[in-house]
């Protein structure tokens, strides 16, 4: 009887876990020492690869993907630099309870302990430890899938939150042979929510993340006040509101459920994480309307990903308050609506009157990302 057997490197082992845990969105900026997991994921169909421009925007569009779609994300960045940008995104996918899993590759094993990497290296597990719930270096090839296996679990144990797993070079290209069946015991099905017979679909999703915390004022203006309602006021319990910077119509907001539809918020004021934690979660509600509401100080900060929503063609609506002091020097006085337009998407200065009413739907109604700035 002839034997089946299977020839994988730990790339290919990395990206089958993926999908073993229920991971159908992967968010990474290419690396040298990334390449062999980007060739796996070509080759897996069920798990969407999206590049935006930083590692800083991936870990964040990570986070709003699993916190619109209640199931894991995945965050891939490459050695050293890329880790280094993960923390202040980390931080918040810890404070709000969202299950992202980081995976990096890591320098070989014969270099570590003590790290004797000159190239871009660092000490990374050591850097996620006190982000994560969990961190682990995976130092062995038929380890993967446990080890993987148990980052699923941690990361969707109550309550919910990131994870790392570090994974050396040597170990990703390695590649052995190996029998169907033992492939099939190295994945231990039964103790992954998602192969047991549970959804990996958190129950209310989001429901532990806390409240807005950051200053109300950018939108307390009388014109800015009606406008902001005027825009909740064309909102459907399907439509998921993001607000980076701008408090929301009646003050502070829990993550719940309400009349206007689902609230995803980030922790911290005026981080600039508003953008890409939007199109994170129109990538995992591709139906669903995605309204972000920020101010000029917060966008100026991740600006760039205007170039991600428009080569995935993600239709979010930006409004962005604009303020003679929005906390940001740099960002005062800029133009965002001609900055949208250099981006090849819509962009627009609210005017008033009518005018300003069918400006308002536009956006709402458009199938690419549209900006609209509020004085």
Request: glycine share 8%; charged share 25%; aromatic share 6%.
């Amino acid at each position: 009887m002839k034997r089946c057997r299977l020839r994988l490197s730990g790339n290919e082992l990395v990206v089958k876990a993926l999908k073993a845990g229920g991971v159908r969105h992967a968010f990474a900026v290419s690396g040298g020492q990334l390449l062999g997991v980007f060739d796996a994921l070509a080759d897996e169909p069920s798990i969407r690869l999206v590049v935006p421009r930083s590692e800083d925007a991936a870990i964040t569009m990570a986070d709003g993907c699993a916190r619109a779609s209640g199931t894991p994300a995945a965050v891939l960045t490459t050695v050293g630099v890329g880790p280094v940008n993960l923390p202040l995104g980390m931080a918040e996918a810890r404070d709000s309870c969202t299950p992202v899993i980081s995976i990096a590759p890591a320098p070989q094993n014969w270099k570590t302990d003590p790290l004797q990497e000159n190239l871009q290296g660092c000490c990374q597990n050591d850097l996620m430890k006190p982000l994560t719930r969990w961190s682990v270096v995976i130092r062995q090839w038929e380890r993967i899938p446990a080890l993987l296996s148990r980052a699923f679990r941690e990361a969707l144990a109550e309550p919910p939150g990131p994870v790392h797993a570090d994974v050396p070079f040597d170990v990703l290209f390695e590649k052995r042979f190996i029998e169907k069946k033992r492939f099939e015991q190295l994945f231990p099905r039964s103790k992954t929510p998602a192969a047991s017979g549970r959804s990996t679909r958190l129950e209310n999703p989001g429901a532990k993340i806390p409240p807005f915390r950051g200053d109300a004022s950018t939108a307390s203006g009388s014109r800015r006040a009606a406008t902001l309602k005027k825009i909740h006021d064309e909102l459907s319990a399907n439509d998921l509101a993001v607000y980076d910077g701008v408090a929301p119509p009646g003050g502070a907001a829990t993550r719940r459920r309400t009349p206007t539809g689902k609230t995803i918020q980030p922790f911290r004021a005026n981080t600039g994480r508003g953008l890409p934690l939007a199109l994170g979660a129109k990538i995992a509600s591709p139906r669903s309307r995605v309204v972000l509401f920020t101010t000029g100080a917060s966008l100026f900060r991740s600006v760039r990903e205007l170039e991600t929503a428009r080569a995935y063609g993600l239709s979010v609506a930006i409004f962005v308050f604009a303020a003679e002091r929005d906390g940001d020097d740099a960002a005062r006085g800029v133009g965002f609506p001609e900055i949208a337009e250099a981006f090849g998407l819509r962009g627009t200065v609210l005017p008033s009157g009518k005018k300003g009413d069918a400006a308002i739907r536009t956006p709402l109604k458009s199938e690419t990302a549209s900006l609209v700035e509020i004085h």
